[in-house]
């Protein structure tokens, strides 16, 4: 394996980024009769550590994944900020979640989840298994 090394060895490492995808919310955009437009992004390692320590009950053995999705979303939509305070009191509601579950559909959360989680290399193509190698 010392041949992946030097490969890795020889990346520029200010190449490697976060990966993004912009994605349009249809329902949104037909309201405003424009596009609506989220950039999305990975969520790094640390940062994900961090929301799974929030929705993990280790007592009851229990994750909270309609709180996992909330934290993911306000991590991962790098454009617009959800945690900017004209556009929470533009839909009168208090905090960057609650702006969340006012926009969003469940269908829409679930999606925009499943998104940044591809993004952050969750996914059956983010790795590939070498065999007979």
């Given at each position: 394996m010392g041949q992946?090394?030097?490969m890795?060895?020889?990346?520029?490492?200010?190449k490697i980024k976060k990966p993004e995808k912009s994605v349009?919310?249809?329902r949104l955009s037909e309201l405003s009769g424009s596009p609506v437009i989220f950039?999305?992004?990975?969520?790094?390692?640390?940062?994900?550590?961090?929301?799974?320590?929030m929705v993990l009950d280790v007592k009851a053995q229990n994750v909270d994944v309609n709180e996992m999705q909330l934290l993911t979303i306000l991590a991962g939509v790098k454009e617009p900020s959800l945690k900017d305070k004209d556009l929470m009191d533009k839909f009168?509601?208090?905090?960057?979640k609650e702006?969340?579950?006012k926009l969003f559909l469940p269908g829409e959360i679930?999606?925009?989840?499943?998104?940044?989680s591809g993004l952050s290399g969750y996914?059956?193509?983010?790795v590939t298994e070498i065999k007979n190698l």
């Open positions: 992946t090394l030097d890795l060895l020889k990346l520029d490492r200010s349009e919310i249809k950039i999305c992004e990975a969520v790094m390692p640390d940062k994900m550590q961090e929301i799974q320590d009168g509601v208090p905090t960057p702006l969340i579950l679930s999606n925009l989840y499943g998104i940044i996914g059956a193509d983010s």
